[in-house]
């Protein structure tokens, strides 16, 4: 309704923290554009770019649904997944992350949620929402995929697995002659 439109257009649209000595902007979509979809198989220079815009140590995403932690010329680009949808893997599961610091780095720890998605997708019946989202919180499987690039179409209906990576965040940026992108979680994009 319109007073939760006011509340939401009044938060930020970006907050800064410090965390294991280093600076991250969290946003939803990019530094630029609020709902631009950043994949893990995004061009590195889009993320380059945005993690300049942001002039800090790395940048925490949202918005694409899908979780990844990727490393560009050393800073981090990071996105939990989304906790109101499944990632697209098949499962009904949905994602959050836990970033801890640690002496070596920051812990970055992908994990997945079980819920009751049978009741949530009564709410959303109940609500009146669309059916095609009530059983994507079943099957785990978006209604709609065009805004997906093609490596994240492969890979749907791929379960993805709970895991932990270290960004080693102590260590010295990487010399402009060797800036490269690397993927650090998950397994199915590293490989």
């Known amino acids: 309704g319109p007073d939760a439109r006011r509340w939401l257009a009044q938060l930020p649209r970006r907050i800064d923290l410090e965390i294991g000595g280093r600076k991250l902007a969290v946003i939803h979509g990019s530094t630029s554009q609020i709902n631009q979809f950043v994949f893990a198989s995004t061009d590195a220079d889009i993320k380059r770019g945005d993690i300049a815009q942001a002039g800090g140590d790395g940048v925490i995403g949202g918005h694409c649904g899908v979780p990844f932690t990727q490393v560009v010329d050393g800073k981090l680009w990071h996105n939990a997944g989304v906790v109101g949808m499944p990632a697209n893997d098949g499962t009904p599961r949905v994602w959050y992350s836990v970033l801890t610091p640690q002496i070596d780095g920051l812990n970055i720890e992908h994990c997945a949620l079980t819920y009751d998605h049978v009741d949530a ?55 402009k002659a060797e800036m490269v992108m690397s993927v650090l979680w998950p397994a199915a994009l590293v490989g």
Do not use: F
Request: net charge negative; aromatic share 6%; glycine share 8%.
């Open 121 to 175: 997708a009564d709410a959303m019946r109940a609500a009146g929402l669309p059916d095609d989202y009530r059983l994507a919180l079943a099957t785990g499987i978006w209604p709609s995929c065009d805004v997906l690039p093609a490596h994240e179409r492969l890979e749907q209906g791929v379960p993805l697995t709970p895991g932990a990576v270290m960004w080693d965040a102590m260590r010295p940026l990487v010399p």
